[in-house]
C-alpha cells in the first residue's frame, strides 16, 4: 500500500470518527435540552444535594422567600430529583380542581412505602384505582358511623367527660396536656375503629400511644432517605428510618393485626354487629367478592386505612387543639370574648351540643383562625403529574413530583393583609355572621382532601367549646408565655409547653 494510501484512509477515518463524535455530542446535547419553560429554579442548586442544603430549621421562611423571588410556580432539586411546588390559592386551585385528575396520585419509590409492609395501600400511600375504592368505601363507612352527625357527636361527648375530668384532677397544676390530648382524640377513632374506648391509664393503651406518636415524629426522618435511597444502608439509624419501621411492625401487632383478626372471626362467624370500622368493611369487602365484583379491598388496605384514620382524626386535631389552647395563653381577651359568647348562648348547666354551632359564630372563628394561622401542614403529602399539563404558563412533565404549599394560601399577605397576627374577626362580616373565604383550606383541596375533614370540625368544635367553657387557660407561671414556635415535621405542633387549667367554677381570684 502506497503512502498516500495510508493517508487517505486516516483521513477517512478521522472523519469518520469526528463525525461520529459531533452526531453523539449533538444527541446528548438534545437529551440534556430542557423545554423552555419549564418553572424557573431560585438560586444556584448544589451539584449533588440540589437545594437540600438551603431547607434547613427556617424551611418554611426559605418557601416564602422563594415564592417572592421566583413566583408561584417554581421548581426544587432534591438531590438530582426535580420538585415542583406550587404556591397561592389560584395556582393550587388550577392544579388541584381544574386539573384534579393530574395531581392525585402518590409518587412511587418512596421510602415508608416500599419498605413498609402494604406501605401503598389504605389512602394516604395509595394511587389509582386502589386509592379511588378505598377512600370510597372509608368514606361511605364514616357516613354510616354518623360522621358530622349527632350520633358521633354523642360518642365524642362521652370522651369529652373523660378528659375534661382528667384536666380537672390536675387541680390547677402547671401541665403539658399534649399527651391527655392525643389520648383522648385518639380514643374517639378507637371507637369507630374497634367499637370501644380505652382509659387513660391501661398499660396496653399507652404502649399503643407513645409506638404511634413516635412514628408520626419519625416520619420526616425518612425524607433524606427519600432522596438519597443509599442512605438506608448506612451503619446505626442516624435518620430514625429502621426505627420508623419498627414502629410499623410494633403497631400492626400491638393494635392492627389482633382487631383485625379478632372482628374479622366475629364477623364470620355470623355476627351482624357492624359497630365498628373493621367490621363494616369486612361486610363490604365479603358482599363484593360473593357477588362477583371486582374489587381492591383486602388485608393489606384494611391494617393501612387504619393507620391513616389516626392520621386523620386524632394527631391533626390534637395538633390543633394544642395550637389553640397556645393561642388563649397569649390572647386572654379573645378566651374571655369566647367564654362570654358560650355563657350567653349555652349557659354553665349544660355542654354545647352541634345544634350550638351555628349559634357560636366567634368561637367557630377563633379555631378557623386557629387553623389558619398555625397552618399545621404547611406542605402536604407530595404527588405526581401523571400528564404533560400547563400552570401559569409553565410546563409540569409527566412524571414530575408536586408538592402543594398552603403556607402560601393560608399566611398569604394578599389575601389575609396581616397574615401573622391572630385576629379571628378576619372571619365575621359586619353583623358578627361567620364567613367562609374561598382562601381557607387547612385541610388541602382537590380530590385529595383530608379523610377525616368532617371529624376533624365536629371534634375541634365540641372539645374547645366545652374546654373554654369550663377551665380558665392560664401561663404557668404569671406573665411568662411560652414561645408561639412550631416544630417542623408532617404535621407541625407548637414546642412543647405547660399551662394550668383552672375551674370557672372556682371563684377565687389568681
Given amino acids: 500500500m502506497l503512502m498516500s494510501d495510508i493517508i487517505a484512509l486516516l483521513d477517512g477515518w478521522t472523519v469518520a470518527i469526528g463525525f461520529t463524535v459531533l452526531v453523539l455530542m449533538l444527541l446528548v446535547q438534545a437529551w440534556l435540552r430542557e423545554p423552555a419553560n419549564l418553572p424557573p429554579v431560585p438560586g444556584r442548586p448544589h451539584l449533588l ?17 422563594w415564592r417572592k423571588t421566583t413566583g408561584d410556580v417554581f421548581r426544587l432539586y432534591m438531590g438530582r430529583k426535580p420538585l415542583v411546588v406550587l404556591c397561592g390559592y389560584s395556582v393550587l386551585k388550577e392544579a388541584l380542581i381544574k386539573h384534579g385528575d393530574l395531581f392525585v396520585d402518590r409518587p412511587p419509590g418512596g421510602y415508608a412505602t416500599t419498605v413498609v409492609q402494604d406501605g401503598t395501600k389504605g389512602v394516604l400511600g395509595a394511587s389509582g384505582a386502589a386509592w379511588r375504592e378505598q377512600r370510597a368505601v372509608a368514606m361511605s363507612i364514616l357516613r354510616k358511623f354518623g360522621m358530622g352527625k349527632n350520633s358521633l357527636a354523642d360518642k365524642i361527648q362521652e370522651e369529652i367527660t373523660a378528659y375534661l375530668d382528667v384536666l380537672s384532677g390536675l387541680c390547677g397544676q402547671p401541665t403539658d396536656v399534649k399527651r391527655v390530648t392525643s389520648a383522648t382524640l385518639s380514643n374517639v377513632i378507637c371507637s369507630i375503629i374497634v367499637g370501644k374506648r380505652f382509659e387513660y391509664d391501661d398499660p396496653y393503651f399507652l404502649q399503643f400511644m407513645d409506638t404511634f406518636s413516635e412514628q408520626v415524629r419519625l416520619v420526616s426522618s425518612t ?34 393485626d389482633p382487631f383485625i383478626a379478632q372482628k374479622t372471626k366475629e364477623y364470620e362467624a355470623g355476627g351482624d354487629a357492624l359497630d365498628n370500622f373493621i367490621s363494616a368493611y369486612v361486610h363490604e369487602w365479603r358482599r363484593k367478592e360473593q357477588g362477583g365484583e371486582t374489587t381492591t379491598m383486602d388485608g393489606g388496605h384494611l391494617r393501612r386505612l387504619l393507620g391513616n384514620l389516626f392520621i386523620a382524626g386524632s394527631e391533626t386535631t390534637a395538633t390543633t387543639m394544642l395550637w389553640f389552647m397556645l393561642y388563649m395563653l397569649h390572647y386572654p381577651h379573645i378566651q374571655e370574648k369566647v367564654f362570654a359568647e358560650l355563657e350567653e348562648v349555652v349557659g354553665h348547666n349544660r355542654r354545647p351540643t352541634m345544634q350550638d354551632k351555628s349559634r357560636l359564630p366567634y368561637l367557630n372563628a377563633v379555631i378557623m383562625e386557629t387553623q389558619r394561622r398555625a397552618s399545621i401542614a404547611p406542605f402536604s403529602l407530595s404527588r405526581i403529574c401523571t400528564a404533560d399539563v400547563t400552570l401559569q404558563g409553565y410546563l409540569i412533565p409527566r412524571g414530575t413530583r408536586v408538592v402543594s ?12 393583609g396581616d397574615p401573622l397576627n391572630f385576629r379571628p374577626e378576619r372571619f365575621l362580616d359586619n353583623h358578627g355572621g361567620l364567613i367562609h373565604p374561598d382562601e381557607f383550606v387547612p385541610f388541602s383541596m382537590g380530590r385529595r382532601v383530608c379523610l377525616g375533614e368532617s371529624l376533624a370540625k365536629m371534634e375541634l368544635f365540641l372539645f ?11 401561663p404557668s407561671v404569671p406573665g411568662q408565655l411560652p414561645p408561639q414556635k412550631a416544630l417542623f415535621g408532617v404535621t407541625c405542633p407548637p414546642e412543647p409547653f405547660t399551662l394550668r387549667l383552672k375551674e370557672r367554677s372556682d371563684s377565687a381570684a389568681d
Fill in 405 to 416: 404549599n398552603l403556607d402560601s394560601v393560608l399566611l398569604d399577605e394578599v389575601t389575609w
Fill in 464 to 474: 374547645l367549646a366545652a374546654l373554654v367553657q369550663r377551665f380558665r387557660l392560664l
Fill in 223 to 256: 425524607s433524606m432517605i427519600n432522596v438519597f435511597p443509599w442512605l438506608r444502608y448506612w451503619p446505626g439509624d442516624m435518620f430514625g428510618a429502621k426505627r420508623f419501621i419498627d414502629c410499623h411492625h410494633d403497631l400492626d401487632n400491638i393494635f392492627s
Fill in 49 to 65: 444535594l440540589g437545594h437540600l442544603p438551603y431547607l434547613g430549621a427556617k424551611r418554611r421562611e426559605q418557601m416564602a422567600q
